[in-house]
């Protein structure tokens, strides 16, 4: 399985927005300079979030984007999900979206090893929060690491 490019772009920016996480709107222009995403790329991967209720947008002087939801309580599933859709490293074992049906599904070994992978990795995008990934932005940033995503 493969991140596109929209999904780590989309993990930068709500790490920008949980990283500046005081109730007030962040504009795309200081978000698309500091994480070096392109401004009008950056607008579509907001739009995406902002549908799927991760983030919230203001329009004028003091607009920009806020989290939806306090940082604690979003994951890295939701973002991932939200911008690449369904996990999944086969079509045969989505859990949403289009599922493909195989003809040898009841006697495919392999669809085990898929689905236990599947599983695997949404337990672990749905066991790290935003908060705990700027947590440990902020550490390693501050013990002089350098950290990118």
Do not use: F
């Amino acid at each position: 399985m493969t991140i596109s490019t929209k999904g780590r772009y989309g993990v930068k920016a709500m790490l920008d927005l949980a990283l500046n996480w005081s109730g007030t709107n962040v504009p795309v222009k200081s978000i698309a300079e500091r994480q070096n995403i392109p401004g009008k790329y950056l607008e579509q991967v907001l739009s995406v979030l902002k549908r799927a209720g991760l983030v919230k947008s203001i329009r004028g002087p003091n607009g920009g984007y806020a989290l939806a939801r306090p940082p604690h309580q979003i994951t890295l599933g939701d973002i991932l999900r939200a911008l690449e859709g369904d996990l999944a490293p086969v079509k045969c074992v989505r859990q949403r979206g289009k599922k493909e049906r195989c003809p040898r599904e009841g006697q495919c070994i392999t669809r085990y090893v898929w689905a236990r992978i599947r599983d695997e990795v949404n337990q672990v995008v749905d066991g790290i929060t935003l908060k705990e990934l700027a947590d440990a932005y902020e550490k390693d940033v501050m013990n002089g690491y350098m950290y990118y995503i």
